[in-house]
């Protein structure tokens, strides 16, 4: 388990920091307003395997218009090589080149020294994003929910790539699709979701009609067992997901508004279903309600926010011939609130069968979350908190088989001071510290903006 920071850490990584910034720190505002650069750099512990290590981070940022760069230049090291032994600056050595992995696998390590390089945002005609990826949802959802691509970092770093494209960068508002690649290196997790809105073009002017979608997405794991280190048997195998949806805005209004959504969907040999509607009320709501028909060992959301760590375990009920989850019909509510024009947010979705389930992966699932944006308050947070199996109000605090992560910053002038806890239960065939089944770590970070 990793300790929590030290007086002596935290005032060392502030001398280390302040000599590392201080050339940059009365460099000019820029004359162009679509110009910015920051410097964020990040001193903790990190557990790797059953090692402690201090780690350091220096994360320049650059943006100019739609176009992002952030690069990752963390490393881990010892103040001691061995117990007693002299003191100094040991970096450890698989950040670099790990013997146990393959060579594709060492090197994601240099390709994902490239944090993000993006182009656009998320629901611009046009989005690229290659690196580390945020929560990506294809859809509805009931394919690809949140997946994302760095739940196993720092010990396993990805660079992935998202993109999306409009018919309206052609004068052709008809259609598009979205897409992402969770690691590109290997090419194993993907998924593409291609869509139309052919009403505006048959039925011009109907505002109804004009905004309703319908897509197709397949998306798929090529290799379940690729974070098989190379020391072990490899196994093989893959996963392919298709299925149908459909979009329809019922209500639009600044008061109330209500979209319905419906999904049938191949996983593999085992089919499922969804009918669902969510939207916003009163300004400040945000509501959800799902019905779900799931077929024998179908689980919905099967490329969510965990899946990097549930491969394996998901791969092993899709495969099966036998029957490991009966089918049945389930459910997800969701339920938020967003004020001060998404300032501040905090809500939880949670979803489970209408029976009960023997299975982990099939048993009720909370994911909640709260942030609160820079500039409302010199205080900026963000959170979240995936828990499955959840079969009792016990098991709401307790860290078998879930996921953590929160971040707390102060900002006083052009400085961010941050504190990081993230925390996540082991796959199996993993191994933590001292017999633990979870790996937790901390660091304070602090950033800079230069610009």
């Known amino acids: 388990m990793s300790r929590i920071l030290s007086i002596p850490q935290i005032l060392s990584g502030g001398i280390l920091l302040f000599v590392l910034i201080a050339p940059t720190w009365g460099a000019q505002e820029s004359s162009d307003p679509q110009f910015s650069a920051s410097l964020s750099a990040a001193l903790g512990t990190e557990t790797i395997g059953d090692i402690n290590y201090q780690s350091l981070g220096l994360l320049p940022d650059f943006s100019y218009g739609p176009l992002g760069v952030g690069i990752d230049l963390s490393f881990h090291f010892r103040f001691y090589e061995k117990q007693g032994g002299e003191f100094g600056i040991y970096p450890r050595a698989e950040d670099w080149w790990d013997q146990s992995l393959t060579s594709t696998q060492n090197l994601d390590k240099y390709l994902a020294r490239i944090a993000y390089l993006r182009w656009g945002r998320k629901g611009d005609p046009l989005y690229i994003q290659a690196g580390l990826l945020p929560s990506t949802t294809l859809g509805s959802g ?22 999306d494209a409009s018919g309206e960068l052609i004068g052709f508002p008809y259609g598009g699709f979205e897409s992402f690649v969770g690691n590109v290196s290997a090419f194993d997790v993907l998924g593409v979701r291609t869509y139309v809105k052919p009403f505006d073009l048959l039925v011009p002017g109907e505002a109804f009609l004009k905004e309703i979608q319908f897509g197709f997405t397949a998306s798929a794991d090529t290799n379940p067992y690729a974070q098989t280190p190379a020391i072990v048997p490899r196994k093989s195998g ?70 990097e760590i549930n491969r394996v375990s998901k791969y092993l009920i899709y495969s099966s ?43 009720p699932q909370l994911e909640g979350y709260a942030q609160l944006k820079d500039g409302l308050l010199p205080i900026g947070a963000q959170a979240f908190y995936v828990k499955n199996g959840l079969t009792s109000l016990a098991e ?14 102060y900002t006083f002038g052009a400085v961010t001071l ?26 304070v970070e602090t950033a800079v903006k230069l610009f």
């Not at 709401?396 to 929160?406: F, Y």
């Open 142 to 163: 009931f394919i690809v929910n949140g997946y994302n691509n760095g739940a196993l970092r720092p010990a396993r770093r990805y660079i992935g790539l998202a993109f």
């Open 321 to 363: 011939s036998s029957t490991v989850i009966p089918g049945t019909i389930g459910w997800l509510a969701s339920l938020g609130i967003s004020v001060l024009d998404d300032a501040l947010s905090v809500g939880a979705v949670l979803s489970g069968p209408w029976t009960a389930q023997s299975s982990t992966m099939a048993q």
């Open 396 to 409: 709401l605090v307790s860290p078998e088989d879930a996921l953590i992560g929160a971040k707390i910053g």
């Open 418 to 443: 941050s504190v990081i806890y993230d925390l996540r239960y082991l796959s199996p065939g993993e191994q933590g510290s001292n017999g633990n089944q979870w790996v937790s770590t901390s660091k």
């Open 238 to 307: 893959s996963v392919l997901v298709m299925g149908m949806d459909t979009i329809v805005p019922l209500v639009t209004g600044d008061i109330f508004s209500a979209v319905a959504t419906a999904d049938a969907v191949a996983q593999g040999a085992h089919l499922g279903g969804s009918i669902g509607v969510g939207g916003k009320a009163f300004v400040f709501l945000r509501w959800g309600l799902q019905n779900r028909f799931l077929g024998d060992n179908f689980l919905p959301g099967y490329f969510d926010r965990g899946y």
